[in-house]
């Protein structure tokens, strides 16, 4: 018998599957992951290649002569000419220019002469997973599926891991059951005929940040365009996001020059001084055939709402859920609209601004321009002098900054310089977790600093890397609880050509003390008008965040007086609701609660009632 979450149901834009090599024992091994209304999809032999849940807009195949490929997710490839690539496979290692040559988001996967090969999305927004499975190696794109057949209980470490604020590359990166493997998301996942046999192979390196931006904003507006465009390309109803902000607007406009109808949505904010909707109402004056809905801002829910009512099912813990009322809730209203896909401006802020840790290298080799720019960025951020200086002459290799980092988990949160010209924020843990997580984090940050290397030389680059990785494992989670609530979502912005086009501008014009966003304001010219591409700032929420942690408190206080972490032993559940009873206590405000509430979260969505699904 397999157990699964009661909510282990899908519907469109909520693909997961497991994928099998061409054998009798993996087949055998495949009945195990046999669902209530599960889909198959064939080797040559007869013999399972794919199983799980998908929706036929979801997918496209192949397969010609013993090799087969499959893309699921969004990407607008021709079946024709993936008959054409298959045709021509004689080793799956070509695919690694196929998937880089691909808009959308997708995984693909091929099957050539037994073996398999099973890659995500270089953003981290679609994961692969593998695990042995009575000798079979199986490859996934969810950690739960595998652990479910596998019988595996979470590893007590990694749930010590996920309680740093934050957990830094590579840590975050990692399965939460030690018997899954997680695959980092530059690297495919290739199974060898026999069906044990695996190895990670890279497909995906980021481009070197080179290009001027008058070069590179064409190529970053095309990348948008086809983004958006395969999200729209069928026409219906999609409905955007509509804040007003640079991110939103642009994809807004983007939608509606496609053959969709669209649905503006807009969520005032709560604070009296937050400007988002009468830059919304600036930019509907420019799209007369965009609906547009404006939400009471009074019904928005607040941050922390409804964690104890949470049942989505998670494959990690994701601070997600924090904000996960406030995302679903208009969704219901949209589709009622008719949307059929709601398209966000998430990831935006990630991939068109960039870490002003780029300055760290750009002081050494550009020394009088970045001593202007930083000049701009101090009087921005309200940098001092002094920690300014000590942060740009601190040139620790990024493994020494994780063993130091490893060594002053409790001490006070990192200045702000520091974070923003450094490797990244220093990862803390507070005083409601106790001494053996602390141990056990400790130990995981070791042994993580005695290989790990930076995903990019360029400190500036790899925290760019990092935040969108991150980024990416939330947005993951809240895809899916958006296709359980019945509208898709979908953010174009992190789509790995879109990512890829904005790297490619050289830093020193991509962020600047000067200029907001000059990457989408210079792409988006044309496209957006002058008057929208003019603002400079953007909301906080921090009112609605505020205002939760007060008004939800008994719900914290639920939520730590039977905890699973404390009976884990990983935190001390009485601080917890000490804390609860006391929302203004001094940093709460700055989300240092959210990793331990994701964990929390988790756990119990674990220990949900299950679905009994009798096995052939």
């Known amino acids: 018998m397999t157990e699964l979450h009661e909510s282990a149901g899908t519907g469109p834009g909520d693909a997961h599957f497991a994928v099998f090599t061409d054998r009798a024992d993996a087949a055998a091994v495949a009945r195990s992951f046999a669902r209530p209304g599960s889909r198959t999809l064939a080797h040559a032999s007869g013999r399972p290649w794919l199983v799980g849940h998908w929706h036929d807009d979801d997918i496209v195949t192949a397969s010609v002569r013993g090799a087969s490929l499959a893309v699921v997710g969004c990407c607008p490839v021709d079946p024709d000419e993936l008959r054409r690539r298959a045709a021509r496979l004689r080793d799956l290692a070509e695919l690694d220019a196929l998937a880089r040559s691909l808009p959308g988001s997708f995984h693909l996967v091929g099957a050539l002469d037994g073996g398999i090969r099973v890659q995500g999305t270089a953003s981290g927004l679609r994961l ?12 996934a794109t969810r950690a739960d599926a595998l652990a479910a057949v596998l019988g595996s209980e979470p590893d007590l470490r990694e749930l010590a891991v996920r309680l740093l604020w934050p957990a830094p590359y590579p840590l975050f990166e990692t399965s939460m059951w030690r018997a899954v ?56 109803v999609v409905s955007c996001d509509l804040s007003g902000g640079l991110d939103s607007t642009s994809v807004c ?3 509606d020059r496609s053959p969709a109808r669209v649905v503006a949505s807009t969520w005032p904010g709560r604070d009296p001084a937050d400007t988002d ?22 019904a928005s829910p607040l941050v922390y709402e409804d964690l104890l009512g949470i049942d989505d099912l ?12 406030r995302v679903l809730h208009h969704l219901p209203g949209l589709a009622a609209r008719g949307s059929r896909l709601h398209l ?3 990831g935006g802020d990630h991939v068109a601004w960039c870490s002003e840790a780029y300055y760290h290298r750009l002081l050494r080799t550009r020394p009088l321009f970045a001593l202007r720019q930083l000049r701009g960025f101090r009087a921005l951020w309200q940098w001092p002098l002094g920690g300014t200086l000590r942060a740009l002459a601190d040139c620790r290799p990024y493994r020494k900054w994780l063993i130091d980092a490893a ?17 990244g924020m220093t990862p803390r843990l507070f005083g409601w977790v106790t001494p053996e997580a602390e141990r056990m984090a400790r130990r995981a940050l070791l042994d993580a600093a005695a290989t790990a290397t930076p995903l990019h030389p360029d400190r500036g680059l790899h925290t760019d890397l990092e935040q969108i990785r991150s980024c990416t494992r939330v947005i993951r989670q809240w895809d899916r609880m958006a296709a359980h609530a019945g509208l898709p979502m979908a953010s174009p912005f992190l789509d790995d050509r879109v990512i890829e086009a904005c790297l490619r501008v050289r830093p020193g014009e991509r962020v600047t003390p000067w200029r907001y966003k000059p990457v989408l304001s210079t792409a988006m010219r044309g496209i957006v008008p002058e008057e929208c591409l003019r603002r400079s700032n953007k909301a906080t929420a921090s009112m609605d965040a505020s205002n939760g942690l007060r008004e939800h408190r008994a719900d914290l206080l639920a939520l730590w007086e039977d905890s699973r972490l404390a009976e884990l032993g990983l935190v001390d559940g009485a601080e917890l609701r000490r804390l609860a009873r006391r929302p203004a206590s001094p940093g709460l405000n700055d989300a240092i609660l959210y990793s331990t509430i994701a964990a929390e979260v988790w756990l119990r969505g674990l220990a949900r009632p299950r679905t009994r699904i009798p096995q052939p």
């Open 128 to 139: 692969v997973f593998h695990a042995e499975i009575d000798g079979v190696r199986v490859a």
């Open 181 to 236: 493997t997680a695959v980092p998301p530059q690297d495919a996942a290739v199974v060898a005929a026999d069906g044990r046999t695996v190895r990670h192979t890279r497909w995906w390196r980021p481009p070197e940040p080179v290009r001027p931006l008058a070069d590179a904003a064409p190529l970053i507006r095309t990348a948008l365009e086809e983004a958006v465009g395969a999200r729209t390309r069928q026409g219906g």
């Open 253 to 255: 406009f983007l939608a």
């Open 277 to 298: 909707l009468a830059w919304a109402e600036r930019a509907m004056g420019h799209l007369p055939d965009v609906e547009h809905v404006v939400w009471d801002a009074d």
């Open 314 to 325: 998670l494959d990690e813990p994701t601070i997600g859920v924090m904000d996960r009322s």
């Open 344 to 346: 966000t401006g998430i």
């Open 407 to 423: 060594g002053d988990l409790r001490g006070p949160l990192p200045p702000s310089v520091a974070t923003g010209l450094g490797w």
